[in-house]
């Protein structure tokens, strides 16, 4: 057998040695990598999301999920955010005082509850039984509304209303104001919703 034969079996045994080390470590870092991510898990328990609400008209609602909750983030229309001192008088806890901690935060006891008047941030579950309100953003008389609708959220379930600060009208179903979450501004245009540091 000549040196040259050895040499050339020991590099193809090198060469397929290297590939199949090569695989085995692309074959154990991509479990640890992904391991690395934050897992569904993790997200449901809390994850913040980040959003860009640049695309949101006014007058607009997107939903974007926190914690496996429908988080709505709505553009308020100047009309809008008018109408809400209108209908003070017509709500249980207008200025939020019930559960404050748990519902409100501080920067969002006021009456648009929320940070920018015109940008609305509830999470869109209704205070009853948890059922999901919908959107009745149109004033007027409506079926199931009465005839001095302010525009807002009616909970088909059990017919409970709030307005579009998320206020809960007096003697309807659900006990409370609709909740708040946490969240604060990284610019005019991106949300955080589940951090509010800097708020």
């Known amino acids: 057998m000549s040196d040259n034969t050895i040499d050339s079996s020991k590099r193809t045994w090198l060469i397929a040695t290297s590939c199949?080390?090569?695989a085995g470590t692309v074959a154990t870092a991509i479990p640890f990598a992904s391991s690395i991510q934050p897992s569904e898990r993790a997200k449901a328990a809390g994850a913040s999301v980040e959003v860009d609400i640049s695309?949101?008209?006014?007058g607009e609602k997107i939903t974007v999920e926190w914690r496996g909750k429908p988080v709505w983030i709505i553009r308020r229309t100047p009309e809008q955010i008018a109408a809400l001192s209108s209908v003070e008088g017509e709500l249980a806890d207008p200025k939020s005082e019930r559960k404050p901690?748990?519902?409100t935060p501080e920067y969002a006891r006021n009456q648009a509850r929320s940070i920018k008047p015109e940008v609305f941030v509830a999470v869109g579950i209704c205070t009853h039984l948890g059922c999901s309100p919908s959107d009745k953003?149109?004033?007027g008389a409506q079926p199931s509304l009465p005839n001095d609708w302010p525009g807002g959220f009616l909970c088909p379930c059990h017919g409970s209303t709030f307005d579009l600060a998320g206020r809960v009208f007096k003697n309807k179903p659900a006990p409370d104001n609709l909740e708040i979450p946490?969240?604060?501004y990284l610019s005019d245009n991106r949300?955080?919703?589940?951090?509010?540091?800097?708020a």
């Open 191 to 198: 949300l955080i919703i589940g951090e509010d540091k800097k």
């Open 20 to 22: 199949v080390g090569a």
């Open 55 to 58: 695309a949101v008209k006014p």
């Open 182 to 184: 946490p969240h604060m």
């Open 137 to 139: 953003f149109a004033p």
């Open 101 to 103: 901690s748990e519902l």
